[in-house]
T-cell receptor
Framework: AQSVTQLGSHVSVSEGALVLLRCNYS??????LFWYVQYPNQGLQLLLK??????LVKGINGFEAEFKKSETSFHLTKPSAHMSDAAEYFC?????????????FGKGNQVVVIP | DGGITQSPKYLFRKEGQNVTLSCEQN?????MYWYRQDPGQGLRLIYY???????QKGDIAEGYSVSREKKESFPLTVTSAQKNPTAFYLC?????????????FGEGSRLTVL
């Protein structure tokens, strides 16, 4: 079964600094990979996704992620943090291409932006 | 606008009571899911349904039940057998499209057992 590891439950970043959230996955087949963001007491919103093709994926709000098969990673970055980036971020993996649309989520990273 | 509606947003229940959380979608999606979220635990799959009148257990189905009588609706019942029901519950839906795999989420329901 597929799984995701996100290290560091809480991540603090200064406003204007680089945001880097790490995600490593395990899957027995070529995966689909996702990053979602969640604001307090709300549902999850898709930031970006990788299915096939270009390994550098750009998403909303200036975020991007790079799929590295050799490292089984899909790290999320943003060059300059903004106060509005304070939220919880989840990495997820699915095997949808093989008919399994179930997403496995990591435990999340709570991002705090320091003024 | 198309989307997923969960209700109620907040719910309180006494121990020993069953409670049903509503999830309705107008996205014409075939597949629907229920996840449970606890602090520091990420999202864990409770039940999912890929088509009307069919559903499967997820990773933590014990103490929960679902039905899928209509394409638009996928209610979740938290029974008295669920030992620790206080949590944030999220409903999601998706197309059975092998090219996307994306889930669309509702706003969630927060259940507190008193």
């Amino acid at each position: 079964a597929q799984s995701v590891t996100q290290l560091g439950s809480h991540v603090s970043v200064s406003e204007g600094a680089l945001v880097l959230l790490r995600c490593n996955y395990s899957s027995s087949v070529p995966p689909y990979l996702f990053w979602y963001v969640q604001y307090p007491n709300q549902g999850l919103q898709l930031l970006l996704k990788y299915t096939t093709g270009a390994t550098l994926v750009k998403g909303i709000n200036g975020f991007e992620a790079e799929f590295k098969k050799s490292e089984t990673s899909f790290h999320l970055t943003k060059p300059s943090a903004h106060m509005s980036d304070a939220a919880e971020y989840f990495c997820a993996v699915s095997e949808a291409f093989y008919g399994n649309n179930r997403l496995a989520f990591g435990k999340g990273n709570q991002v705090v932006v320091i003024p | 606008d198309g989307g997923i509606t969960q209700s109620p947003k907040y719910l309180f229940r006494k121990e020993g009571q069953n409670v049903t959380l509503s999830c309705e979608q107008n996205l014409n999606h075939d597949a629907m899911y229920w996840y449970r979220q606890d602090p520091g635990q990420g999202l864990r799959l409770i039940y999912y349904s890929q088509i009307v009148n069919d559903f499967q257990k997820g990773d933590i189905a014990e103490g929960y039940s679902v039905s899928r009588e209509k394409k638009e609706s996928f209610p979740l019942t938290v029974t008295s057998a669920q030992k620790n029901p206080t949590a944030f519950y999220l409903c999601a839906s998706s197309l059975p499209d092998r090219d996307t795999g994306e889930l669309f989420f509702g706003e969630g329901s927060r259940l507190t057992v008193l």
